[in-house]
Protein backbone atom coordinates (compact mmCIF):
# COMPACT_ATOMS: atom_id res chain seq x y z
CA UNK A 1 0.00 0.00 0.00
CA UNK A 2 1.01 3.74 -0.10
CA UNK A 3 1.43 6.47 1.96
CA UNK A 4 1.69 10.27 0.99
CA UNK A 5 3.43 11.91 3.25
CA UNK A 6 6.49 11.45 5.88
CA UNK A 7 6.08 14.03 9.05
CA UNK A 8 5.74 11.86 12.08
CA UNK A 9 1.84 10.71 11.13
CA UNK A 10 2.91 9.24 7.89
CA UNK A 11 5.77 7.40 9.10
CA UNK A 12 3.74 6.14 12.29
CA UNK A 13 1.19 4.64 9.74
CA UNK A 14 3.80 3.36 8.15
CA UNK A 15 5.40 1.70 10.87
CA UNK A 16 2.27 0.27 12.45
CA UNK A 17 1.84 -0.76 8.62
CA UNK A 18 5.27 -2.88 8.14
CA UNK A 19 4.96 -4.17 11.87
CA UNK A 20 1.49 -5.97 10.61
CA UNK A 21 3.20 -6.96 7.85
CA UNK A 22 1.51 -5.24 5.51
CA UNK A 23 4.22 -3.99 2.11
CA UNK A 24 4.25 -0.47 2.62
CA UNK A 25 5.77 2.85 -0.02
CA UNK A 26 6.03 6.05 1.52
CA UNK A 27 5.90 9.49 -0.91
CA UNK A 28 7.16 12.42 0.45
CA UNK A 29 7.68 15.57 -1.78
CA UNK A 30 10.89 16.92 0.25
CA UNK A 31 13.76 16.67 0.05
CA UNK A 32 14.11 15.37 3.37
CA UNK A 33 11.58 13.64 5.51
CA UNK A 34 9.50 15.42 8.82
CA UNK A 35 6.97 17.27 7.56
CA UNK A 36 6.14 20.19 10.24
CA UNK A 37 8.98 18.43 12.31
CA UNK A 38 11.60 20.51 10.29
CA UNK A 39 14.92 21.58 10.92
CA UNK A 40 17.50 23.88 9.44
CA UNK A 41 21.35 22.95 10.34
CA UNK A 42 23.15 26.35 10.31
CA UNK A 43 27.25 27.75 11.10
CA UNK A 44 27.63 29.60 14.23
CA UNK A 45 31.63 29.99 12.93
CA UNK A 46 32.31 26.39 11.91
CA UNK A 47 30.19 24.59 14.14
CA UNK A 48 26.89 23.35 12.44
CA UNK A 49 23.76 24.16 15.10
CA UNK A 50 20.69 22.66 14.16
CA UNK A 51 17.37 24.91 14.63
CA UNK A 52 14.06 23.17 14.51
CA UNK A 53 11.42 26.29 12.78
CA UNK A 54 8.57 23.87 12.77
CA UNK A 55 7.23 21.85 15.68
CA UNK A 56 9.42 23.36 19.16
CA UNK A 57 8.45 20.47 21.12
CA UNK A 58 6.57 17.31 21.96
CA UNK A 59 5.15 15.81 24.96
CA UNK A 60 4.47 12.55 26.21
CA UNK A 61 1.10 11.59 27.58
CA UNK A 62 0.01 8.11 25.70
CA UNK A 63 1.46 4.71 26.90
CA UNK A 64 2.36 3.30 22.98
CA UNK A 65 3.90 6.86 22.49
CA UNK A 66 6.33 6.92 25.71
CA UNK A 67 7.58 3.67 24.13
CA UNK A 68 8.38 5.06 21.17
CA UNK A 69 10.04 8.25 23.17
CA UNK A 70 11.84 5.82 25.54
CA UNK A 71 13.41 4.31 22.51
CA UNK A 72 15.01 7.87 21.33
CA UNK A 73 15.96 8.24 24.48
CA UNK A 74 18.16 5.53 25.10
CA UNK A 75 19.22 6.17 21.39
CA UNK A 76 20.48 9.58 22.40
CA UNK A 77 18.41 11.46 20.40
CA UNK A 78 15.68 12.74 22.69
CA UNK A 79 15.58 13.80 26.11
CA UNK A 80 13.33 16.35 28.54
CA UNK A 81 13.73 19.47 28.02
CA UNK A 82 11.60 21.99 30.30
CA UNK A 83 8.52 21.64 32.09
CA UNK A 84 7.97 25.65 32.50
CA UNK A 85 7.89 28.28 30.15
CA UNK A 86 7.37 32.20 30.63
CA UNK A 87 4.21 34.31 29.99
CA UNK A 88 4.99 37.50 28.09
CA UNK A 89 2.48 40.45 27.74
CA UNK A 90 2.95 43.77 26.10
CA UNK A 91 3.84 45.46 29.68
CA UNK A 92 7.32 42.38 29.89
CA UNK A 93 7.11 38.95 31.70
CA UNK A 94 3.96 38.14 33.32
CA UNK A 95 5.15 35.04 35.06
CA UNK A 96 5.33 31.11 34.15
CA UNK A 97 3.41 28.33 33.45
CA UNK A 98 4.31 24.73 34.45
CA UNK A 99 2.84 21.83 32.78
CA UNK A 100 4.37 18.04 32.01
CA UNK A 101 7.59 18.33 30.63
CA UNK A 102 8.55 19.05 27.10
CA UNK A 103 10.48 17.20 25.34
CA UNK A 104 13.52 18.46 22.63
CA UNK A 105 16.04 16.28 20.34
CA UNK A 106 19.77 16.86 20.51
CA UNK A 107 19.79 16.65 16.49
CA UNK A 108 16.87 18.43 15.96
CA UNK A 109 13.19 16.95 15.95
CA UNK A 110 13.11 16.13 12.34
CA UNK A 111 15.80 13.24 13.81
CA UNK A 112 13.11 11.63 15.27
CA UNK A 113 10.99 10.59 12.70
CA UNK A 114 13.90 9.52 10.49
CA UNK A 115 14.75 6.93 13.22
CA UNK A 116 11.22 6.01 13.39
CA UNK A 117 11.55 5.46 9.47
CA UNK A 118 14.58 3.44 9.29
CA UNK A 119 14.13 0.17 7.22
CA UNK A 120 10.95 1.72 5.41
CA UNK A 121 10.91 2.64 1.83
CA UNK A 122 10.55 6.10 1.72
CA UNK A 123 11.23 7.93 -1.75
CA UNK A 124 11.62 12.15 -1.33
CA UNK A 125 11.24 14.51 -3.58
CA UNK A 126 8.42 12.56 -5.05
CA UNK A 127 5.17 14.89 -5.98
CA UNK A 128 1.80 12.85 -5.59
CA UNK A 129 -0.32 14.57 -8.45
CA UNK A 130 -3.56 12.59 -8.06
CA UNK A 131 -5.21 9.88 -5.73
CA UNK A 132 -8.07 7.85 -7.92
CA UNK A 133 -10.76 6.19 -6.77
CA UNK A 134 -12.84 3.80 -9.04
CA UNK A 135 -15.15 1.49 -6.66
CA UNK A 136 -13.32 -0.54 -5.07
CA UNK A 137 -9.93 0.15 -7.10
CA UNK A 138 -7.19 2.77 -6.34
CA UNK A 139 -4.08 4.42 -7.42
CA UNK A 140 -1.75 7.01 -7.18
CA UNK A 141 -0.61 8.78 -9.82
CA UNK A 142 -1.77 5.67 -11.97
CA UNK A 143 0.24 3.26 -9.66
CA UNK A 144 -2.70 0.50 -8.47
CA UNK A 145 -2.62 0.20 -4.27
CA UNK A 146 -4.93 -1.79 -1.73
CA UNK A 147 -5.16 1.44 0.43
CA UNK A 148 -3.94 4.99 0.03
CA UNK A 149 -2.86 7.19 3.18
CA UNK A 150 -2.82 10.87 3.19
CA UNK A 151 -0.60 12.21 6.09
CA UNK A 152 -1.00 16.11 5.75
CA UNK A 153 -3.17 19.15 6.45
CA UNK A 154 -6.41 18.55 4.97
CA UNK A 155 -6.51 21.12 2.10
CA UNK A 156 -3.50 19.13 0.47
CA UNK A 157 -5.18 15.78 1.18
CA UNK A 158 -8.68 17.56 -0.77
CA UNK A 159 -6.31 18.61 -3.16
CA UNK A 160 -5.47 15.05 -4.19
CA UNK A 161 -9.07 13.15 -4.27
CA UNK A 162 -12.06 13.70 -5.69
CA UNK A 163 -14.68 16.11 -4.48
CA UNK A 164 -16.81 13.29 -3.25
CA UNK A 165 -14.11 11.46 -1.64
CA UNK A 166 -12.83 14.56 0.26
CA UNK A 167 -16.76 15.43 1.23
CA UNK A 168 -17.00 11.64 2.33
CA UNK A 169 -13.55 11.83 4.93
CA UNK A 170 -14.97 15.03 5.87
CA UNK A 171 -12.05 17.10 4.34
CA UNK A 172 -14.36 20.44 3.75
CA UNK A 173 -15.07 21.35 6.97
CA UNK A 174 -10.79 21.03 7.60
CA UNK A 175 -9.63 23.90 5.15
CA UNK A 176 -9.67 26.32 7.67
CA UNK A 177 -5.56 26.43 8.86
CA UNK A 178 -3.48 29.29 10.83
CA UNK A 179 -0.65 30.50 9.10
CA UNK A 180 2.80 31.32 10.63
CA UNK A 181 6.36 32.37 9.65
CA UNK A 182 9.44 30.91 11.62
CA UNK A 183 12.04 33.67 11.91
CA UNK A 184 15.31 32.56 13.39
CA UNK A 185 18.76 34.52 14.34
CA UNK A 186 22.10 34.36 15.69
CA UNK A 187 24.11 36.44 17.85
CA UNK A 188 27.72 36.63 19.77
CA UNK A 189 26.08 36.25 23.20
CA UNK A 190 22.72 36.30 24.40
CA UNK A 191 21.42 39.76 25.16
CA UNK A 192 18.31 38.55 27.03
CA UNK A 193 17.76 37.37 30.38
CA UNK A 194 17.51 33.80 30.95
CA UNK A 195 14.32 31.22 29.75
CA UNK A 196 13.77 28.48 27.65
CA UNK A 197 10.72 29.40 26.14
CA UNK A 198 7.90 32.06 26.38
CA UNK A 199 4.33 32.44 24.97
CA UNK A 200 3.08 35.84 23.96
CA UNK A 201 -0.16 37.71 24.70
CA UNK A 202 -1.23 40.50 22.73
CA UNK A 203 1.13 40.89 20.41
CA UNK A 204 0.25 41.81 16.76
CA UNK A 205 3.28 40.11 15.72
CA UNK A 206 4.54 37.36 17.94
CA UNK A 207 3.09 34.22 19.42
CA UNK A 208 5.80 32.18 20.73
CA UNK A 209 10.04 32.65 21.07
CA UNK A 210 12.67 30.13 22.03
CA UNK A 211 15.89 29.94 23.38
CA UNK A 212 17.30 27.39 20.63
CA UNK A 213 20.89 26.95 22.45
CA UNK A 214 19.05 25.82 25.73
CA UNK A 215 16.74 23.65 23.93
CA UNK A 216 19.45 21.95 22.02
CA UNK A 217 21.90 22.21 25.45
CA UNK A 218 25.00 23.81 23.48
CA UNK A 219 23.75 26.80 24.92
CA UNK A 220 24.19 28.89 21.52
CA UNK A 221 22.81 33.04 21.18
CA UNK A 222 20.09 31.72 18.80
CA UNK A 223 16.56 32.42 19.27
CA UNK A 224 13.82 31.14 17.08
CA UNK A 225 10.43 33.29 17.02
CA UNK A 226 6.71 33.09 15.39
CA UNK A 227 4.59 34.53 14.33
CA UNK A 228 0.78 35.53 15.19
CA UNK A 229 -1.16 33.74 12.21
CA UNK A 230 -2.76 37.41 11.39
CA UNK A 231 0.55 38.77 10.60
CA UNK A 232 2.06 35.83 8.76
CA UNK A 233 -0.96 35.73 6.64
CA UNK A 234 -0.37 39.40 5.00
CA UNK A 235 3.63 38.19 4.62
CA UNK A 236 3.70 34.56 2.63
CA UNK A 237 4.62 35.88 -0.35
CA UNK A 238 7.44 37.21 0.96
CA UNK A 239 8.45 35.98 4.16
CA UNK A 240 11.68 37.17 4.71
CA UNK A 241 9.99 40.81 5.04
CA UNK A 242 8.50 39.06 8.47
CA UNK A 243 11.84 38.86 10.06
CA UNK A 244 12.80 42.38 11.50
CA UNK A 245 9.45 43.56 12.86
CA UNK A 246 9.44 40.05 14.70
CA UNK A 247 12.97 40.68 15.98
CA UNK A 248 12.16 43.85 16.69
CA UNK A 249 9.13 42.66 18.83
CA UNK A 250 11.34 39.81 20.34
CA UNK A 251 14.13 42.59 21.55
CA UNK A 252 11.05 45.17 22.85
CA UNK A 253 9.52 41.85 24.75
CA UNK A 254 12.69 40.54 26.30
CA UNK A 255 15.22 43.41 25.98
CA UNK A 256 13.34 45.14 29.17
CA UNK A 257 16.13 44.68 31.96
CA UNK A 258 19.03 46.24 33.62
CA UNK A 259 22.15 46.05 31.66
CA UNK A 260 19.97 45.04 28.12
CA UNK A 261 21.24 47.07 25.02
CA UNK A 262 19.38 50.68 24.31
CA UNK A 263 18.42 48.59 20.78
CA UNK A 264 18.29 45.69 18.91
CA UNK A 265 21.85 43.85 18.44
CA UNK A 266 23.04 42.95 14.73
CA UNK A 267 22.59 39.54 14.32
CA UNK A 268 25.28 37.19 12.96
CA UNK A 269 22.28 35.83 10.38
CA UNK A 270 18.76 36.11 9.90
CA UNK A 271 16.39 33.47 8.51
CA UNK A 272 12.55 33.07 7.78
CA UNK A 273 10.27 30.57 6.62
CA UNK A 274 6.60 30.46 5.71
CA UNK A 275 4.21 27.62 7.13
CA UNK A 276 1.00 28.66 5.20
CA UNK A 277 -0.36 25.41 6.83
CA UNK A 278 0.83 25.19 10.70
CA UNK A 279 -2.43 24.48 12.44
CA UNK A 280 -5.94 23.77 11.96
CA UNK A 281 -8.23 26.19 13.92
CA UNK A 282 -10.68 23.14 13.98
CA UNK A 283 -9.61 19.52 14.69
CA UNK A 284 -11.24 16.75 13.89
CA UNK A 285 -12.69 14.65 17.50
CA UNK A 286 -11.85 11.53 15.37
CA UNK A 287 -8.42 10.19 15.59
CA UNK A 288 -8.46 9.98 11.72
CA UNK A 289 -10.79 9.08 8.73
CA UNK A 290 -11.02 6.01 6.23
CA UNK A 291 -13.10 5.08 3.74
CA UNK A 292 -14.69 2.36 2.51
CA UNK A 293 -12.68 1.76 -0.34
CA UNK A 294 -9.86 2.20 1.81
CA UNK A 295 -8.82 6.19 1.51
CA UNK A 296 -7.65 7.01 5.08
CA UNK A 297 -6.49 10.57 6.26
CA UNK A 298 -4.18 11.17 9.26
CA UNK A 299 -2.24 14.27 10.95
CA UNK A 300 -2.35 16.29 13.74
CA UNK A 301 -5.70 17.62 12.59
CA UNK A 302 -7.28 14.20 13.60
CA UNK A 303 -7.29 14.22 17.73
CA UNK A 304 -8.50 16.59 20.09
CA UNK A 305 -5.42 18.76 20.19
CA UNK A 306 -3.07 19.25 17.41
CA UNK A 307 0.55 18.30 18.49
CA UNK A 308 3.29 15.92 17.85
CA UNK A 309 2.15 12.99 19.92
CA UNK A 310 -1.33 13.43 18.35
CA UNK A 311 0.15 12.88 14.63
CA UNK A 312 2.03 10.21 15.79
CA UNK A 313 -0.99 8.42 17.43
CA UNK A 314 -2.89 9.47 14.59
CA UNK A 315 -0.68 7.57 12.32
CA UNK A 316 -0.25 4.49 14.76
CA UNK A 317 -4.25 4.11 14.76
CA UNK A 318 -4.68 4.02 11.25
CA UNK A 319 -2.12 1.54 10.27
CA UNK A 320 -3.47 -0.53 13.22
CA UNK A 321 -6.87 0.21 11.55
CA UNK A 322 -6.08 -0.82 7.95
CA UNK A 323 -3.24 -3.37 8.91
CA UNK A 324 -6.99 -5.21 10.40
CA UNK A 325 -8.63 -4.57 7.20
CA UNK A 326 -5.72 -5.73 4.54
CA UNK A 327 -4.23 -9.09 6.94
Known amino acids: MIVVGAGIAGIACARALDAAGVPVKVYDRGRRIGGRMAVRTEKLGLVPHPVDIGASYFTVRDPGFTQVVQAWRDAGLAAPWTDTFHLITAEGRAGTT ?14 LVEAL ?135 SLLGRRPGSPAELPEPLWVRAHRWSLAAPRHPHPEPFAVTPSLVGVCGDAWGTRPRVEQAWLSGHLLGRELASLLC
Open 98 to 111: TSVPRWSARLGLRS
Open 117 to 251: AEGLDVVNEHEVESVTVSGRSLSVDGEPAPAVVLAMPDPQASDLLHPSVATALDLDGGQDWSPSIAVWAAWNEPWWSELDGAFVDGSPILSWVADDGRRRGDGAAVLVAHATPVFAAGRLDDPSSAAGPVLDEVW
